[in-house]
Nanobody
Framework: QVQLVESGGGLVQAGGSLRLSCAAS????????MGWFRQAPGKEREFVSA????????LYADSVKGRFTISRDNAKNTVYLQMNSLRPEDTAVYYC?????????????????WGQGTQVTVSS
């Protein structure tokens, strides 16, 4: 099992940047694939990015390619999401997710553990 805690959300103007962090508990962080999802009010939770346990797989939703960067530091049990050139449509609650095994990357059901989320608000 793993517990996830997100941080780094906040209010930023369009064009600005934020860096989200997800700290994981436990001793087996390096065994987990990690992902970021986001959910706006009244919308489905959607895939944002993922990084494999060995950094061999890095994936981004088309909507964030070229703007967001995912990374992980296994020594610190932490995954990051650097968000640049933010747009109002990026406004959402951002969730960190983890899984020890899975057949896919993009679906909510592909992940086993979830943080409580951190709010990101982008104003125009």
């Amino acid at each position: 099992q793993v517990q996830l805690v997100e941080s780094g959300g906040g209010l930023v103007q369009a064009g600005g940047s934020l860096r989200l962090s997800c700290a994981a508990s436990g001793r087996t962080f390096s065994s987990y694939d990690m992902g970021w999802f986001r959910q706006a009010p009244g919308k489905e939770r959607e895939f944002v990015s993922a990084i494999g346990r060995k950094d061999g797989n890095i994936l981004y939703a088309d909507s964030v390619k070229g703007r967001f960067t995912i990374s992980r530091d296994n020594a610190k049990n932490t995954v990051y999401l650097q968000m640049n050139s933010l747009r109002p449509e990026d406004t959402a609650v951002y969730y960190c997710a983890a899984r020890s095994l899975g057949r896919g990357w993009f679906a909510r059901s592909d992940y086993d553990y979830w943080g409580q989320g951190t709010q990101v608000t982008v104003s125009s």
